[in-house]
């Protein structure tokens, strides 16, 4: 199995940006397609942003397209999710997620996902 630890989380601006990193140990990273999720207080975890596990592949849910990317590093078994243009309602905690795959697909559902970060937290005032 994989283990995942998320890192960057803070408390910034409206307007502010933020590098979230996910370090993986355990497997070879470059088998795994990852996630990021977040969950904001009361309400259910969703998707953000997917990446391939090549990394040739990413997927953004709507409100970030444009102001979030995603992306990883195989050789230092990393993940990232670089936000810029941060908003209020971005305030949540955000999960990276593993997913062991054959495939060069990307996953939108936490329930494709195997393997899970503890969280860091992201506030963002107005």
């Known amino acids: 199995q994989v283990q995942l630890v998320e890192s960057g989380g803070g408390l910034v601006q409206t307007g502010d940006s933020l590098r979230l990193s996910c370090a993986a140990s355990?497997?070879?990273?470059?088998?795994?397609?990852m996630g990021w999720f977040r969950q904001a207080p009361g309400k259910e975890r969703e998707f953000v942003a997917a990446i391939s596990r090549s990394g040739s592949t990413t997927y953004y849910r709507d409100s970030v397209k444009g102001r979030f990317t995603i992306s990883r590093d195989n050789a230092e078994n990393a993940g990232y999710l670089h936000m810029n243009s941060l908003k209020p309602e971005d305030t949540a905690v955000y999960y990276c997620?593993?997913?062991?795959?054959?495939?060069?697909?990307?996953?939108?559902?936490?329930?494709?996902?195997?393997?899970w970060g503890q969280g860091t937290q992201v506030t963002v005032s107005s």
């Open positions: 355990g497997r070879t990273f470059s088998n795994y397609a």
């Open positions: 997620a593993a997913k062991r795959v054959l495939s060069t697909g990307v996953f939108t559902s936490t329930s494709g996902y195997d393997y």
